[in-house]
């Protein structure tokens, strides 16, 4: 789960740290912090999507990248992405194929303030997602994503509707 003391480094708007403070005083005041979103594709160029649990603080039932979080105080980008993925969908991040960091997005508000690095990788499953995090996992060729998108935009977080319309092609 989301504990409200997890402490998260505040950072300034070149993202770099200038404190640290608990989940809830930063998602309060809306300080910028860190994060990290993976989007994990099949062989078949599926994409997969989680649907986030009913009791997450922020965009409940929503679908939003394969694997998303924080990035804690004193970690980095990277060690927060290997951490998240068993985690969320319980595969260890060494059996995640391709693995790579894609793209930087500056924190604003559709990312909930937060600098947000983009990975992917490719792995084929099955995961064992947490029900404490992830209410449901689904495969989505990009296409439907771009048509569910279109017709039913608030269906989709803040964040990864950014994401989408601003990733590389």
Same mark, same amino acid.
Request: with cysteine; charged share 25%; proline share 9%.
């Given at each position: ?6 402490i ?12 640290? +403070? ?8 809306g300080?910028?912090?860190? @994060? ?7 062989? $078949?160029?599926?994409?997969? &999507?989680?649907?986030?649990? &009913? ?5 409940p039932?929503?679908?939003? /990248?394969?694997? /998303?979080?924080?990035?804690? /105080? ?5 060690? +927060?992405?290997? *951490? ?9 991040? !060494?059996?995640?194929? $391709? ?7 500056? +924190?604003?508000q ?11 990788a ?6 064992q ?5 992830? @209410? !449901? &996992?689904?495969w989505?060729?990009? @296409? ?9 935009? /608030?269906?989709? !977080?803040?964040?990864? *509707?950014?994401l ?6």
């Open positions: 789960m989301n504990p409200p003391d997890e998260f480094d505040i950072v300034d708007s070149n993202d770099r740290v200038i404190g640290t +403070a608990p989940r809830s005083e930063i998602h309060a005041k300080l910028l912090h860190r @994060a990290v979103h993976l989007w994990i594709f099949h062989p $078949d160029g599926r994409l997969l &999507l989680q649907k986030r649990s &009913l009791t997450k603080d922020r965009e039932g929503r679908w939003t /990248s394969s694997v /998303s979080g924080h990035v804690n /105080s004193k970690e980095d980008y990277d060690t +927060a992405m290997h *951490r998240e993925i068993p985690e969320e969908i319980g595969v260890p991040a !060494s059996t995640c194929k $391709d693995f790579q960091k894609v793209k930087q997005f500056p +924190a604003s559709e990312t909930d303030q937060e600098f947000v690095w983009l990975y992917q490719v792995h084929p499953g099955p995961f997602p947490d029900p404490h995090e992830v @209410a !449901s &996992l689904d989505f060729f990009p @296409a439907q994503i771009d048509q569910m998108l279109r017709d039913r935009p /608030s269906t989709f !977080s803040s964040c990864l *509707r950014l989408w319309n601003q990733r590389p092609r």
